[in-house]
């Protein structure tokens, strides 16, 4: 089973930006897609950013395209998630996760295809 650990959450003001980190343990790790999710108080849990295992194509939710930006260094077993812009609204805790597929064709975004969950990073941003 997988172990990830998520890093960098912290508390910022409204257009200011962070950098998490979600590092994973194994050798396996260039061959999965990856997944940023969030879940802020009384909702649900929602995709935020998924990247394929080469690294080559990357997928965001609507709410973060332009100010968002997940990257990964297989090298390293590390996904990144670049936030920048961030508003009120993107308060939640963040979590990175597994394609429970094995070099899945696709990546998705839909929670129950993920495994190997992280202890999830707050992120607060300030009005």
């Known amino acids: 089973q997988v172990q990830l650990v998520e890093s960098g959450g912290g508390l910022v003001q409204a257009g200011g930006s962070l950098r998490l980190s979600c590092a994973a343990s194994g050798r396996t790790f260039s061959s999965y897609n990856m997944g940023w999710f969030r879940q802020a108080p009384g909702k649900e849990r929602e995709f935020v950013a998924g990247i394929s295992w080469s690294g080559g194509s990357t997928y965001y939710t609507d709410s973060v395209k332009g100010r968002f930006t997940i990257s990964r260094d297989n090298a390293k077993n590390t996904v990144y998630l670049q936030m920048n812009s961030l508003k009120p609204e993107d308060t939640a805790v963040y979590y990175c996760?597994?394609?429970?597929?094995?070099?899945?064709?696709?990546?998705?975004?839909?929670?129950?295809?993920?495994?190997?969950w992280g202890q999830g990073t707050q992120v607060t941003v300030s009005s």
């Open positions: 996760a597994r394609d429970s597929a094995y070099s899945r064709w696709n990546v998705p975004s839909n929670v129950a295809e993920y495994d190997g």
